[in-house]
């Protein structure tokens, strides 16, 4: 019997050693025809981990037949073996990885491709790049991921995600991205809606904001000490206090970029749109002579990295303004040449490190303010920013359904307007005032502070009406606003009142409404019309065939009613307007407002 249990005990490191041999074998042709054993260096460490394989199973033996010569042998061999488990499960992984580095190298991290706005970009790359150092903790100092982080301009991303990123998105954007973390959530909600159904080759998985920055005026520092009041005012109020000084005002388009639109918004919400859109410029670049609306984290970006002496800029923070709020989506493409399955794992790990501690540290330092957490020390004076700004609004921004009607307020007032002025200069204007002056220079006044609400694209022309002829003075066009002044100087008024005879004149010189343009014609008058061969119905009629809106300011001895203004007015589309010689600048410069914004 012991001979028996000898010849066991001597086969079995030979039925072990076979059997670990075969493994070995088999494993060997099976990384050999994968590819995977290309180098040298790979080839060693194959070898090396067969040495140990096989001397491990030898080692094994005979810590059996040593255990077989003491006392409770079997329990403390599995004891033994237990420990040698759990030694070889939690240390092999890493002596094994760390031993992989040494002789190959880092292996190839995973590419993830984030795509961002052009305002942002500067920021994400930062925090990219922090996260890529945080994956590289715990592996050797070998990062798993690599972040390509690239912009669209304007709202170019969210149109190429809309339709599933053409081949013009890949030639003029870039690749399919695996993150998009846009500016504002409400660019998020119409491309997960179109997004969101069979057939579509890209799902976006709407994640939630993880920082902030609001939409603030840039100003140079020397002229923001004399502008800013002791507490936060509106954007209307500060638009005027900056305008009065002269500053230029920049602003990005608002139909492309997320902080020209939403400031743009809240300036409707107090000014007429087409006093805004005559006081501001498109522009996107600080500059150290001009006011510009943007991004806080623009703002204190430039401030650290582009001023000799800081602050180069200071942000005034009107007190209605609202946010860049930079949501994380995720975003999974299914067809065969743009599939990102490697790159989803690594997504899902960046969108969960910004929500982390280490995540908002780098947001901070990257100029953004993390959702659910105070400013860092990066937001101070010195800088231009307040750590703690006061925002009125709970929102980020206004509700999606807000936007279609803004546009087309935006699309009016931004029409260039062509509008020709036709004035009274009949005996009756050189009647006086209550102030002493002529009513023909009260209009004159008017006429000119009228044209102060011109903008660098709007037209005009002017034509005076006396006794039985229409005079032009100024021809359509681009003209400066001192033009008319001087031309009106240089009139006597005198005859009867050709009105009817200078308003269809004043039609067929000024053109119709184009999606360019609004035209229209304002004539101003201090009574009924005397000396033309036309009636009101002839008017009337005249102008139903040919679409240009009139407006009749009347002044003097002139009424709306009373000279059944409105006939012709109301067959035009246009209105009548009853002023007086002391509300008539103001009431001129309102309607010249009103017509060069576009209002229908």
């Not at 997320?258 to 749109?273: F, K, V, W």
């Amino acid at each position: 019997m012991e001979d028996v249990d000898q010849r066991r005990s001597s086969t079995a490191p030979r039925y072990a050693g076979a059997v670990m041999l075969a493994v070995v074998a088999g494993h060997l042709l099976a990384e050999a025809a994968t590819g995977s054993l290309a180098t040298w260096q790979s080839w060693v460490i194959y070898a090396l981990g067969t040495a140990v394989v096989i001397g491990g199973a030898s080692a094994v033996d005979g810590l059996a037949g040593w255990v077989k010569r003491i006392r409770w042998g079997w329990v403390v061999f599995v004891a033994v073996l237990a420990a040698l488990g759990v030694l070889v499960f939690f240390a092999a992984p890493p002596v094994l990885a760390y031993g992989r580095v040494l002789l190959l190298g880092c292996p190839q991290p995973a590419e993830v491709r984030v795509l961002t706005s052009q305002a942002a970009l500067p920021a994400v790359q930062d925090v990219a790049r922090q996260f890529e150092l945080h994956t590289a903790d715990g592996h050797h100092g070998c990062r798993t991921a690599r972040l390509f982080v690239f912009a669209a301009p304007g709202d170019t991303g969210a149109n190429a995600l809309r339709s599933s990123w053409s081949s013009q998105a890949l030639r003029e954007v870039g690749p399919h991205p695996d993150v998009w973390l846009p500016d504002s959530t409400t660019e998020t909600a119409e491309v997960v809606r179109r997004t969101d159904g069979i057939g579509s080759a890209v799902r976006v998985l709407q994640g939630e904001s993880v920082a902030w920055s609001p939409v603030v005026l840039a100003m140079p520092a020397a002229v923001a000490r004399d502008v800013a009041s002791s507490s936060p005012e509106p954007w209307g109020e500060l638009l005027a206090k900056v305008h009065g000084t002269g500053l230029p005002i920049g602003r990005p388009n608002p139909l492309t970029a997320i902080d020209g639109r939403l400031a743009t918004y809240a300036l409707y919400s107090s000014l007429d749109p087409a006093v805004v859109e005559r006081r501001l410029e498109e522009s996107t670049q600080l500059r150290p002579d001009a006011a510009l609306v943007t991004t806080e984290q623009v703002l204190l970006r430039h401030n650290r990295t582009a001023c000799a002496v800081k602050p180069c800029l200071t942000a005034l923070y009107p007190s209605d303004t609202y946010r860049a709020d930079y949501p994380v989506n995720l975003v999974e493409w299914d067809t065969q040449d743009a599939s990102n399955l490697e790159a989803r794992a690594p997504a899902r790990a960046f969108q969960s490190w910004l929500s982390s501690q280490a995540g908002k540290t780098a947001l901070n330092t990257a100029g953004l303010r993390p959702s659910k957490q105070a400013a860092g020390s990066e937001f101070r004076e010195e800088h231009g920013v307040q750590a703690g700004p006061i925002l009125d609004n709970d929102e980020a921004a206004p509700d999606l359904s807000e936007w279609p009607a803004f546009e087309r307020k935006y699309d009016q007032a931004k029409r260039d307007g062509r509008i020709w002025l036709t004035l009274d200069a009949s005996g009756s204007m050189t009647e006086q005032t209550a102030t002493g002056e002529s009513r023909f220079a009260v209009a004159v006044d008017g006429v000119r502070k009228a044209l102060t609400q011109m903008g660098a694209r709007d037209t005009y022309g002017l034509s005076v009406f006396s006794g039985s002829e229409v005079r032009p003075l100024v021809p359509l066009g681009r003209r400066d606003r001192e033009a008319a002044t001087t031309a009106l100087e240089a009139v006597t008024p005198t005859g009867g009142t050709p009105l009817h005879q200078a308003i269809l004149d004043s039609a067929a010189r000024i053109g119709t409404d184009d999606a360019d343009h609004v035209s229209a014609v304002i004539a101003l008058t201090d009574g009924e019309d005397t000396t033309s061969p036309q009636t009101r119905a002839d008017v009337a009629a005249a102008l139903r065939d040919r679409p240009v809106r009139v407006f009749v300011v009347a002044v003097g001895d002139a009424s709306c009613a009373a000279h059944a203004l409105t006939t012709i007015t109301d067959a035009s589309g246009g209105e009548c307007h009853d002023s007086t010689m002391d509300t008539l600048g103001d009431d001129l410069a309102a309607l010249f407002r009103k017509l060069w914004g576009g209002a229908p």
